[in-house]
């Protein structure tokens, strides 16, 4: 099967329930995005919300079934270029292993060299093994680099 991926334009119920149904699996610390949360990603200049469909045979591009994946990826300018991380990656558990995750970074990767990026980072646990392997099979690189957080309360 093909992987189809489209940005999403417009928040509708469909994006509204996939993402309730993906973001459990990238998270069980974080909730799923509120419909209005998801409008102020898709309306940001600075990010872009990639979802995923699996196609048969014969269907359009983007006329696929139902949304097995998503991406985000923040774009943004600082005094050294324009900067691009790919962020929240899930595949549904059921379409994992079919090309979702490589269609959703390839799209992604795609716009971020069209807004200007020279290049784009992102983070994975080391425990995800199938998505770090992913990663180094499109051309992904660690860094070496020291990663800290703050938790603000």
Not at 55 to 69: H, L, P, R, S, T
Not at 76 to 97: L, M
């Amino acid at each position: 099967m093909d992987a189809f991926v489209e940005e999403v334009a417009e928040v509708t119920p469909e994006v509204v329930a996939a993402l309730a149904r993906l973001v459990p699996q990238l998270s069980s610390s974080s909730p799923p995005p509120t419909p209005a949360e998801l409008a102020e990603i898709v309306a940001s200049p600075a990010t872009a919300l990639f979802v995923a469909r699996l196609g048969g045979e014969g269907e359009a591009e983007g006329q696929g079934g139902a949304i097995v994946g998503a991406l985000t990826l923040v774009l943004f300018r600082i005094p050294t270029g324009v900067r691009a991380w790919i962020e929240d990656v899930v595949v549904d558990a059921t379409a994992r292993g079919q090309g979702v995750g490589e269609a959703l970074n390839l799209a992604a990767l795609d716009r971020a060299a069209d807004a200007g990026a020279r290049t784009v980072d992102l983070t994975s646990r080391p425990s995800r093994e199938a998505a770090n392997r992913l990663y180094a099979r499109l051309g992904f690189e660690p860094r070496d680099t020291n990663v800290y957080r703050m938790t603000l309360e």
